[in-house]
């Protein structure tokens, strides 16, 4: 497979989301799908450079099967006619056949259905162009989503290409056949795929996953893994490997995998952790963490429709005479970056008033309108305000639906880890975080003391197996998702406060000067040594999980590296408006 030449760039590879697979993971996927089945019909339905389509054709001779006559067997799609030309080169080089078809993948119906033109497949390997849903558009997603709706999977127009091409695939398989492909780890991660995800578990009778730990290509950021499905009818639970990069597959033994019981729904992050990580994982948030809602529902800030018209400086508040109680209220300044330590303070708020950040929001009482008033909703619309969405459809436009201040802030995007903030200024907030108000029955010590004992591997871990990854390694929690963050059950918060309550004001300068990681440590060490009585070990297996995981997200945006800087602030967020 030496002999594999590029046909083009980087940047043109990266454009139509096409990586060339290294030899060691095509050989690898062949071999399994072809099962030893020396009369196997195999498919790359994107052939590309033909990796697979060399891989499975040496498969095939080596089982006995006639080298040159393989265009019977050996199958390959793609839509681009050079690269079927360097393609047939390569296999007659090596004395191979196969058969080649210039055209759209999705344009070909399944075996079975009117006018198909192809056989039903023993085996199907490749490695799916990853083009991402803003260079996905147009006809060439209404004929993917539309080939993956023939399979009963409905997916989003956030979906990138891989995954209507996924299902397509599926539908050319014997029903014993073999589907082995390259797809990104968003598979496990993201909202998008979860159609795919209940789509795997529905259609085959047994899926495998490999993971690598080593990115595997080298023009792209992509982190990938290995999906090897077979069989039809279903299931619960799939197998999973680990190894360090495409060169450790051959290691891969038979029973040494172990078996990952599924969500019913929602992300399968939790399956890039090591059986060790997991089952640690999982045992220690069962006994002693109870999710964030529980405490209290996490609520959506005040969506006004254009926050730079509708936060206002103390500097407009004063030049258009609007006032406290009757125009204005109190807001936390749209974004997060502002907000470092374990509260948001009245001192932190007039601070940011001085600094000249937007700590108002207009919220008129509906009275007569003072002039001022009237010259500010007068700028509004010679702005155009009123024709944004949601001020289309708030009667009056101008009078936002402002959220009652909560009992704690929550950044909900952040690179690092989202976190909690006692909200002591009594301010409202904007959409950029969301709120938690506290239910009558919560410990009363909550307020003050779940931003910093949630400061724990455990909830740090929680939220990368139930956050959302995002471009630039962002990471995002929905309301949904922040419900169910695992935060220490109210027995064990109220132990760990005892000890941690005295040094909470040198642990919150600590985070406002950016040490993560030491209040972190010693959060760790109150709560998972000394209150739950996990060993050195155990928090040191739960800490590398989510650092594991958190760079895993970062290397998407090049910043893996930075993964255990002692300073990452949450990023500024913004909602649409």
Known sequence: MEGVVALDGPVDRKVRGAFFTPPAIAKFLARWAIAGRHDARVLDPTCGEGIFLLAAAQQLRGLGASGGGLDGQVYGVDVHEPFLRGTMQLLEAEGLDARLVEGDFFELPAPGNLFATFPAFDAVVGNPPFVRYQRHTGAARRRSAGAALREGVRLSGLASSWAALLVHAGAFLEPDGRLAMVVPAE??????????????????????????????FADVLEDVLLVLAHGTGGCDAFSVYHVEDAEDLYRIQPFDE???????EGKWTDLLLSIQQRQTFKRVVSDHFVGLGSYGPPELGTVTGANAFFTLTEEVRRAFGLVEGRHVSRVSPPGTRH?????????????????????????????????GLARYLARGEGAGVPEAYKCRIRTPWWRPPVVSPPDLFFTYMSHRHPRLLTNSAGVTFVNSMHGVRLRRDAAPIAKNALPLVALNSVTMLGAEVHGRSY????????????????????????????VLQPERPGLDQQLRGGRWNDVVARVDDVLLRDTLGLDAAQIRLLADAARTLRSRRLARSGSAGSADSAAFPPVSSRREE
């Open 187 to 216: 598979l496990l991660t993201v909202g998008y795929a979860e159609p795919v995800r209940q789509w795997l578990r529905r259609r085959f009778a047994g899926v495998k996953l490999v993971l690598f730990e080593r990115l595997q």
């Open 258 to 264: 172990f078996a990952m019981t599924l969500a019913e």
């Open 339 to 371: 907000l470092r330590g374990l509260t948001f303070t009245a001192s932190d708020w007039e601070s940011l008033r001085s600094a000249g950040e937007a700590v108002w929001i207009l919220h008129p009482d509906g009275s007569k309108h003072t002039p």
């Open 471 to 498: 471009g630039g390694g962002i990471l995002k929690m929905e309301p949904r998702e922040a419900a169910v963050l695992p935060v220490p059950a109210p027995a064990v918060l109220e132990q760990a406060w005892q």
